[in-house]
């Protein structure tokens, strides 16, 4: 009989053990915990190096940036607060999506970035709420805007002036104080016909690179003269 009960323990342990699991919570894909989604101003009060899980409206085109950013990423804004989210693949992000990511915040020369693991740690659905530019001063450009689309009124106090590879850059003050204005190689935005005196709108992804912080237009419509 005693060698009977071994045999029968040793059939039957893997059955026994198979069954128990899922109500254990050992090895079933059931019991691993989706990431709790944060909204994007909880996300950037975390420390650096945080992985954190956000969504929102996308509001640049993916690579815009490229020849000053150095990579295909692309904006993301919620009710809260925005960010840049820093991809080396372009995954196609365009204005009027949604997109749910996760990442790790990383900080690239004074801009909070959001960096996926790989370009499947982002989720985009080809409907979701356009987001409106918030209008500013020029002067409140800053880090309480940073990563949200703004938008600015002003006159043009520099002339667009080089800075290739990476794109050209000018002033705009609206009397506040200036504001950069940079402009992406990618965007196509013609700015020969821009001259200082000109009032101009600018909208685009508020930015910062190293200690100023700027305006990032995003296509030629995001630069408008209205008044000579």
């Known amino acids: 009989m005693g060698l009977t009960r071994r045999l029968l ?13 899922p109500a254990l919570g050992t090895g079933s894909a059931s019991a691993v915990p989706l990431a709790k989604t944060l909204s994007i101003a909880q996300a950037r009060s975390l420390p650096l190096g945080t992985v954190v899980t956000v ?12 020849s000053s950013f150095g990579d295909k990423g692309f904006g993301l804004q919620d009710k809260t607060a925005g960010l840049y989210v820093s991809l080396q693949s ?4 365009y204005p009027c999506q ?28 080809h409907t979701g709420q356009t987001a409106k530019p918030e209008r500013v001063s020029t002067a409140g450009v800053a ?23 990476y794109g050209y850059k000018l002033s705009v003050d609206d009397g506040t104080g200036s504001v950069l204005i940079f402009v992406n190689v990618q965007t196509g935005i013609d700015i020969s016909t821009l001259k200082p005196g ?18 990032d237009p995003r296509w030629p419509n995001d630069i408008k003269v209205v008044a000579a």
Request: proline residues 6%; without cysteine; negative net charge.
């Open 9 to 21: 323990t040793l059939l039957f342990a893997p059955l026994l053990a198979l069954l128990l699991a």
């Open 90 to 93: 372009d995954v196609h992000a």
């Open 143 to 165: 880090e309480t805007t940073e990563g949200r689309l703004v938008k600015v009124v002003g006159r043009i106090t520099q002339a667009p002036t080089s800075d290739l590879p």
């Open 98 to 125: 949604h997109a749910r990511v996760t990442g790790t915040l990383r900080d690239s020369s004074g801009l909070l970035t959001l960096v996926p693991a790989d370009p499947s740690a982002v989720e985009l659905r």
């Open 55 to 66: 969504q929102g409206s996308v509001t640049t085109p993916s690579g815009a940036f490229e």
């Open 198 to 215: 000109q009032t101009v709108r600018v909208i685009g992804f508020s930015s910062q690179f190293g200690t100023h912080y700027e305006i």
